[in-house]
């Protein structure tokens, strides 16, 4: 009787084997991983990033496009035993895709998205984390500024995205707004409804925090880099960057903005057009039609280990694209 247990020993094994590998070998197919990326951290292979723009400065343009050679990074440190990273709130379900794409690819070096308990920070809080050695990785929402420029942080871009401006669904004003009208309420020169065409009933603005670099880009982009209107009665800027409470307090007169991705579904609010385009036709958005789209990042510094560039190669590779995608974002080609 023994060789017929051993048989079966055998025959157990080799059935556990084909379902694990079947398994796996599912989800890799979900993430279109199998080729080309089965690769160790140390490993290397072509960059994969389009040839962009490289604009040093934020800023100076409405949407300044940041580039770098990840060829050029320094990966001379060791591998980490956790790959933490923090920064952009409003992207953090691109953030969470490349995280589930990674762990497959590297299941031995868990990866962490927030300090100290597992929530994101936002970009300017999450960049200075990276300054300040506290994490390995931030994910912006904006270019880079100086200050983080000369820091020695590098930022990859990894996806273009939109802002969407935003009413409560009962709000009745049903119009679009220039850009030039959002301006003007952002900067505190247009104070009611009734100035854009709507009801007479003041306008309740409820702008992000400033951590968040959603906040600065905005600033940028829409305000030309002018200061905000001062917080008071109608405008409030929040102290903690998250999306949705914001949305629960615009009520029938508050604007505000986020991520297209964070807004497109929501029950309770509405886009509103700007310039008569919506953010959510990707094509415009993709084109620079749309007039308040930009591309996010991955921030590291330019000494780093071969661990994290993995993860930048991935987000960047034909996959990590596909993810880009799926995440609802729009891909940089």
Partial sequence: MAPKSKNQEILILLLTLLITGGLLGLVLWYFNLLPGLMQSPGSSHQNASPSLNNDQSFGSQP????????GSLDTSLPNPTVLTIDGSVTIVTLVKQFQIAY?????????????????????????????????????????????????????????????AVAVGINNP???????????????????????????????????????????????????????????????????????????????????????????????????????????????LVKNGTYPISRVVYLAVPRKTSPAVKQFVDLAQSPPGQQAVQRAGFIPLQ
């Fill in 63 to 70: 949407n300044p496009v940041q580039s770098f050679d990840l």
């Fill in 103 to 163: 762990n497959f690819l590297n299941p031995n070096l868990p990866t962490t998205y927030g300090i100290p308990d597992g929530r994101p920070n936002g970009t300017n809080a999450g960049l200075q984390n990276l300054i300040d050695g506290k994490v390995l990785m931030a994910a912006s929402s904006r270019p880079l500024n100086s200050h983080e420029l000369q820091a020695g942080i590098v930022g990859i871009p990894i996806a273009r995205d939109a802002l």
């Fill in 173 to 283: 004003y049903k119009g679009g707004l220039t850009i030039e009208q959002l301006r003007g309420i952002f900067l505190g020169q247009i104070s009611n409804w009734s100035e854009v065409g709507g009801p007479n009933l003041p306008i309740k603005v409820i702008n992000r925090s400033r951590d968040s670099g959603t906040h600065s880009f905005f600033q940028e982009a829409v305000l030309s880099g002018k200061p905000f209107a001062p917080d008071g009665k109608n405008f409030t800027t929040v102290a903690q960057d998250e999306t949705t409470p914001i949305l629960r307090a615009l009520g029938n007169d508050g604007i505000s903005y986020s991520t297209v991705t964070q807004i497109e579904n929501q029950q309770t609010v509405r886009i509103i057009p700007i310039n008569g385009i919506s953010p959510t036709d990707k094509a």
